[in-house]
């Protein structure tokens, strides 16, 4: 429950986890060093910057939109991105599109379900008890906590991730925005944005 | 479960909040990829922890018992190994 854990927490978990490490190098499991280069490349290939990159791409060209709810694995390739880079290699992503009438937003209400081998970890409100609870019963009452108030005429539509499927959100591009490049758009989708939590060009999350 | 209060958004959060987070993430990616439990079953294993030491544990933490409790049921750590190494190494 607890994620502001003190300077004694670090340095205990700390210790652990590397007297865990050294006992699986002794049996020839898993090196220190192993451990180290992969954290290293998970952190440079991953973000919200590539969930970013998907929806500016699905923003300016049509073709790769279609392609992208039709069969998101296939469509991120594409971007030279691939979900079978992370915890297990047949996992779907689903990608649903905000519009005018629907809004989307994603939970996982069993766990921590979420496309991390694309976007990195989930933040940390995503994992929480607080959200995974009250989410699909009352998702209008925790969107206000996010300061998102939509109108009372959009839908919403929850999806719970699960052990098969992860979600990403492709939110409404924002008005005004017709003459940005892909750079430029990616700018304005924030990792909350992703997750059905904030909208495009609302800057924070 | 209800009664978490509100929804406690943070600005910026980084990637992982401190050092052995990330190493307990990529170790677990490291065992599963090679083949020595399952994504199922470490989501089992933290389900398996008694609720109350679940309820205090930080997300990384549960994790890390997780991996514990499953290298020690696939033979790979003996019990309480690794709890004899974090006293050994406090004295």
Known sequence: MSDDHGDEERAENTRRVGLLTSLLEERGVVSERELDELVEAFVARTGPGQGARIVARAWTDSGFRARLLADANAAVRELGLDMAAGTAPHLRLRVVENTSEVHNLVVCTLCSCYPVAILGPPPTWYKSESYRSRVVRDPRGVLEEFGLELDPALRIRVWDSSAETRYLVVPVRPEGSDDHGEEELAALVSRNALIGTALAGSGAG | ?91
């Open chain 2, 1 to 91: 479960m209800h009664g978490f209060g509100p929804v406690q958004p943070e600005e910026d959060e980084p990637p992982f909040h401190a050092v052995w987070e990330g190493r307990v993430y990529l170790m677990a990616v490291a065992l599963m990829r090679r083949g020595l439990f399952t994504l199922d079953e470490l989501r089992d294993a933290i389900e398996r922890m008694p609720p109350a030491e679940y309820l205090a544990a930080s997300y990384y933490e549960r994790w890390l018992a997780a991996i514990e409790r499953l290298l020690v049921e696939k033979g790979t750590l003996a019990e309480g190994e690794l709890d004899a190494a974090v006293e050994g190494q406090r004295r």
